[in-house]
């Protein structure tokens, strides 16, 4: 092989290595930034509160409950907010040192849904990303 062989020859390595890297940096997700977010005070009124509206272009919705000792119950909208109530779910406070937050994916009709909430053992602050 001459000069102008090993010349050429790692120009083309290093243009096939430029080329994979932009494609592999083209892959990469990234992490949506958040549409909306709110901080909202739930009660522990009978039949719980709006969380959050329906909104039909939202694609993912993160609720966390900042609160740091009173649980909360999340539900679907066509569900009444009670505590162990069927197809709610439940948020721990932030002193249990569990995970305080559920998330929504692309799942139709889940993460478009208005959400409604109920706080168990006086009010508490919940934060709710819409992406």
Do not use: H
């Not at 009124?45 to 272009?57: D, E, K, M, S, Y």
């Not at 694609?59 to 966390?64: G, K, T, V, Y």
């Not at 197809?87 to 409604?116: D, E, K, R």
Request: one cysteine or more; proline letters at 7%; a neutral charge.
């Amino acid at each position: 092989m001459n000069f102008i062989d090993k010349v050429l020859t790692a120009v083309l390595a290093g243009i096939l290595l430029l080329a994979a890297y932009e494609v592999s940096s083209a892959q990469q997700p990234t992490n949506p930034s958040p549409l909306a977010n709110q901080s909202a005070s739930v009660a522990t009124t009978a039949g719980g509160q709006t969380l959050v509206l329906a909104n039909p272009t939202r694609r993912f919705l993160q609720i966390c409950n900042a609160g740091a000792t009173n649980p909360v119950w999340i539900c679907p909208s066509g569900v009444t907010p009670a505590a162990n109530a069927a197809g709610c779910f439940s948020l721990a406070p932030v002193a249990s040192n569990v995970t305080s937050c559920t998330s929504f994916p692309v799942l139709l009709g889940i993460n478009t849904a208005q959400w409604n909430a109920i706080a168990t053992g006086g009010a508490t602050n919940v934060t709710v990303w819409e992406y």
